[in-house]
Nanobody, 125 residues
Framework: VQLQASGGGLVQAGGFLRLSCAASGTIYSSYTMTWFRQAPGKEREFVASVTWRNNKKDYVDSVKGRFAISRDAALNTVYLQMNSLKSEDTAVYYC???????????????????WGQGTLVTVSS
């Protein structure tokens, strides 16, 4: 599976962006699709995930109520709608896929087999 992330850019605080992650190849029903982000000087962190089989969604506390993850199975694409952006949301955003839909390991980067190239989101205050 190859993942292609897009949609990043420069936005003012309070604004919005929608990221897309297009997958080529087969996404099996057992997969989990996830957005991570990495700010300068910080470790990569989990942002949001969605399971392909039953569309179960999960978010890091800092984005709950502002971000929404969704998937389009027909297009093999995952989206991250980001509203009410804050300066602390500035980071490179990565989409990733792991081949299972277990919940216990969804936060760990080492469990993901496939990664997109990242798209930069810059929020100016």
């Amino acid at each position: 599976v190859q993942l292609q992330a897009s949609g990043g850019g420069l936005v003012q605080a309070g604004g919005f962006l929608r990221l897309s992650c297009a997958a080529s190849g087969t996404i099996y029903s057992s997969y989990t699709m996830t957005w991570f982000r990495q700010a300068p000087g910080k470790e990569r962190e989990f942002v949001a995930s969605v399971t392909w089989r039953n569309n179960k969604k999960d978010y890091v506390d800092s984005v709950k109520g502002r971000f929404a993850i969704s998937r389009d199975a027909a297009l093999n694409t995952v989206y991250l709608q980001m509203n009410s952006l804050k300066s602390e949301d500035t980071a490179v955003y990565y989409c990733a896929a792991k081949v299972d839909d277990a919940s216990w390991n969804r936060y760990g980067v080492t469990y993901y087999s496939y990664w997109g190239q990242g798209t930069l989101v810059t929020v100016s205050s």
